[in-house]
């Protein structure tokens, strides 16, 4: 037996690892009634149209009229969240300014929430818009919020192939929900004439 070697648990990537696993929720959830447009084998069309108490096994963090944020069933980086419209639409030239607005204002709170909650000193947000651009749901719309700590690039993917998640997907879930319950953090202005660029009240 070799020493010093750590064994690092993550049961829950196993079926995804085997490719069993593609984004299936663990509990099946049947929404009542779908939403107009929307794709039935489409993970983020399910969350919208479900119901709220089905919340937690779909990782539907929060919702507003518009727009969804959900935990990434296979996150890059512990406390991964998408932001995608309740619409299924597959580019921004699909979506309304309304749609647009709401979603921007979703990612700016959720930064904020992680922020406060998770400690995040810093974040990738990124959206992939067609196929060949790398989307994963292409026929979906989401913005990627994947949050930052000094130190969290180490060694473990280059060498070992492989990344390193401290917290479960339901524990992350339960953190985030109670967090986003809490209120919305201040979120920072455009600075005015005179300078003024400090925080929202």
Do not use: K
Request: glycine share 10%; with cysteine.
């Amino acid at each position: 037996m070799t020493a010093g070697i750590d064994t690092l648990w993550a049961p829950w990537r196993l079926g995804y690892v085997q490719g069993q696993d593609r984004g299936t929720p663990p509990e099946p959830v049947e929404p009542a009634a779908w939403r107009a447009g929307a794709v039935h084998d489409c993970f983020l069309c399910r969350a919208a149209a479900a119901d709220p108490g089905d919340d937690r096994p779909l990782g539907v963090v929060a919702r507003t009229p518009l727009s969804l944020v959900v935990t990434n069933r296979f996150p890059y980086s512990n406390g991964h969240l998408l932001v995608a419209p309740l619409d299924h639409r597959a580019s921004l030239a699909d979506l309304c300014p309304e749609q647009l607005l709401d979603l921007q204002t979703c990612l700016v709170r959720w930064c904020g929430v992680m922020q406060e909650a998770m400690h995040a000193h810093g974040f990738n947000i990124g959206l992939n818009v067609g196929a060949v651009a790398g989307a994963g749901l292409p026929g979906h719309l989401h913005w990627h919020i994947v949050p930052r700590w000094p130190g969290d690039v180490n060694f473990m993917p280059t060498v070992a192939g492989a990344r390193v998640l401290p917290q479960s997907l339901d524990s992350l879930w339960e953190q985030l929900v109670a967090a986003g319950a809490v209120g919305t953090p201040p979120t920072t202005r455009p600075a005015s004439a005179h300078g003024d660029a400090g925080p929202s009240r």
